[in-house]
């Protein structure tokens, strides 16, 4: 019999992907399923990023510099420099997705047992990576009725103890949509400065914010030099998330020189998928104007669809592209199961993700579930009809 770590007995069960044999059995059985259970834009990737793959001609694929290419991160800050943020290219390490960004992050600031702070719902991932990394999350519990604001400076403190090592949060958030202003960015400075911690900001959905919301990043921040370290990915910006490339970078040289020894223990990330990066870099501004014009339509849609459906409400995201839904039911978990084995509504049904392992006590999430507006509005229009319907058939537990 072979004995597992306590890491692998721990690592946790994607509350995104764990139901997919569901989805797929359902499938089996002739349903439609509307996946919304990921974050899997339908928005076309740029196109120039496409045609990148298919220029590649070269006669041996070999390996790459351990911190990306060197064109590659020349792109990731210019694109920084763009935003009015100053990132130069030696501050940038190339990674495989924002999820290596993660883990190096992680893996940089803390040590076994040392404990990193969290605001839940959070992305579910984080758990993994912090299981993987020997480190405990520590979380603070936020509110759908205040639109999960971050939580005051008090509530933050009772849970920052002698093992804490950073903080690590995502705005435009990931699960809730939460855009943090500049205020409450601020706050999160001075407290990081307050008690030695390092920042992580996960920053993928940059772009994306809604209703003329602006996103402060933390790289504005006074305490940016010192103790800020961002993570960021090509897989939601330019709707590419199957190139698997991303970034960590920070100022403060020591942070940086981690990341590359990091990086040098995992040889290089991949060469063809880095030079279509590239040319995803230099998509002009307009490309977001419209997707964001898009997304903004698709939340709409959305959110006043479920909020009009008894029992159900959600909160109206200001970025990113997803929503945490409270449902009429005790147990998202078997609801979200029970949508692809016992339910359909005129051959079609739904996938969600039940909001339970976005917790880090699932009984939080058992009335919640993440719901992903990444499918066309008149597709959300009638996923809408089919929850409302679910919701009148399903028996309970």
């Known amino acids: 019999m072979v004995r597992l770590s306590t890491r692998a007995v721990q690592m946790p069960a994607s509350p995104i992907r764990r139901l997919v044999p569901f989805a797929d059995a359902a499938k089996a059985r002739g349903l439609h399923v509307h996946h919304l259970n990921i974050g899997q834009p339908d928005v076309k990737t740029p196109r120039a990023m496409i045609e990148a793959y298919r220029r590649y001609d070269e006669e041996v694929l070999a390996y790459g510099p351990s911190q990306g290419l060197p064109a590659l991160r020349d792109a990731i800050s210019a694109y ?7 990132v130069t290219a030696a501050e940038v390490n190339v990674t495989f997705g924002g999820s290596e960004a993660v883990q190096f992050a992680f893996g940089a600031v803390a040590d076994p047992g040392d404990e990193i702070l969290v605001f839940e719902p959070f992305y579910a991932n984080y758990l993994g990576f912090a299981v993987a990394a020997g480190v405990d999350l520590v979380a603070v519990t936020q509110s759908a009725d205040d639109g999960f604001a971050l939580p005051s400076d008090a509530d933050i403190e009772a849970k920052i103890g002698p093992k804490t090592k950073a903080i690590v949060f995502c705005s435009p958030g990931n699960p809730t949509g939460a855009v943090y202003s500049n205020e409450e960015m601020q706050r999160l400075g001075a407290l990081a400065e307050k008690h030695d911690l390092v920042l992580i900001s996960d920053e993928v959905y940059r772009e994306f914010a809604y209703d003329g919301v602006k996103v402060t990043s933390a790289l504005s921040l006074p305490c940016a030099d010192a103790r800020v370290v961002v993570v960021d990915s090509v897989s939601k910006r330019y709707s590419a998330c199957g190139a698997r490339v991303g970034c960590v970078l920070a100022k403060n040289p020591a942070l940086t020189d981690a990341f590359m020894r990091m990086c040098f223990a ?57 929503a945490i839904v409270t449902l009429p039911v005790e147990d998202s978990d078997h609801f979200a199961q ?17 909001a ?42």
């Open 80 to 86: 920084y420099q763009g935003a009015g943020l100053d």
């Open 338 to 354: 029970w949508l692809l084995t016992d339910f359909s509504h005129e051959q079609e049904t739904v996938m969600v993700a039940p």
């Open 266 to 322: 995992r040889l290089c990330p991949a060469t063809v998928d880095q030079l279509a990066a590239i040319e995803a870099y230099r998509t002009p501004p307009s490309y977001f104007e419209d997707v964001v014009r898009e997304y903004q339509a698709r939340r709409d849609v959305l959110v006043d669809g479920l909020n009009a459906i008894e029992g159900v409400s959600t909160p109206r995201p200001a970025g990113a592209f997803y």
């Open 356 to 397: 339970t392992g976005f917790y880090s006590v699932p009984e939080l999430g058992k009335q919640q579930a993440r719901i992903a507006y990444v499918l066309n509005t008149e597709a959300l229009a009638r996923i809408v009809e089919i929850l409302r319907a679910a919701l009148r058939a399903y028996p309970g537990v």
